[in-house]
């Protein structure tokens, strides 16, 4: 992996972050969204080595999948972020000297991570449908298990109700295991993250039925 490209990549990253309003004036979300980054970036690294990508295109692509929220979001931001990210991202990717054709790939990847749309031409290779996997894979892990506790006000609720949320939880879970994905790497990611969440939650179960009587 080239070093220098990578951090070139984050400090503009980090530049365009601190410049954004919006994240100078909520820094709880520039902390988050600059984390989620980095999760993203660590997840593609293994990726590409496991499917066989150029190791140092796929991770600056997952570092700049979301750039764009140094912007102010409109109506429709959130659905367009992914093709404003990859506008933002063009130039300078341009100017780290990478081949065009290679610029397009990243570019199209970044675009279209969100709703799987882009407002140019490009192709829809394993590469560029990656960004989407990362970015989806990093929804599933020790701190997303947190995190859905903590919004769900899991430990105020009655013993009924959170018996309820455990088990609505592995319902889902349990769904998205054959969720399609770009490559075989991705794939075995994505079901190693989502089998350890699912262990977590049956082991939540098992302590919810110690907690009510003698088994």
Not at 84 to 110: K, M, Q, T, Y
Request: aromatic fraction near 12%; include cysteine; charged fraction near 35%.
């Amino acid at each position: 992996m080239d070093r220098d490209l990578i951090k070139k990549t984050e400090e503009f990253l980090k530049e365009r972050f601190e410049g954004g309003k919006y994240l100078a004036e909520h820094p709880e979300a520039k902390a988050y969204r600059l984390a989620h980054t980095y999760r993203v970036a660590n997840i593609g690294r293994r990726l590409a080595r496991e499917a066989g990508f150029d190791e140092t295109e796929f991770v600056i692509a997952c570092l700049l999948h979301d750039v764009s929220y140094c912007e102010e979001f409109g109506e429709t931001g959130w659905r367009d972020h992914g093709r404003a990210s990859a506008r933002i991202a063009r130039p300078f990717l341009l100017s780290l000297g990478l081949p065009e054709d290679r610029v397009n790939e990243i570019c199209f990847g970044i675009a279209i991570h969100v709703d799987d749309e882009a407002d140019f031409e490009g192709e829809r290779t394993p590469f560029a449908r990656s960004v989407c996997d990362a970015d989806n894979i990093d929804r599933f892990d020790a701190y997303r298990i947190h995190e859905n506790l903590l919004n769900a006000h899991y430990t105020g609720l009655p013993p009924a109700e959170q018996r309820a949320h455990v088990e609505g939880r592995l319902a889902e879970l349990r769904r998205f295991l054959d969720i399609e994905f770009a490559t075989e790497a991705g794939r075995r990611l994505w079901r190693e993250r989502l089998e350890y969440y699912i262990g977590f939650y049956e082991k939540l179960l098992a302590q919810l039925d110690g907690s009510e009587a003698v088994l």
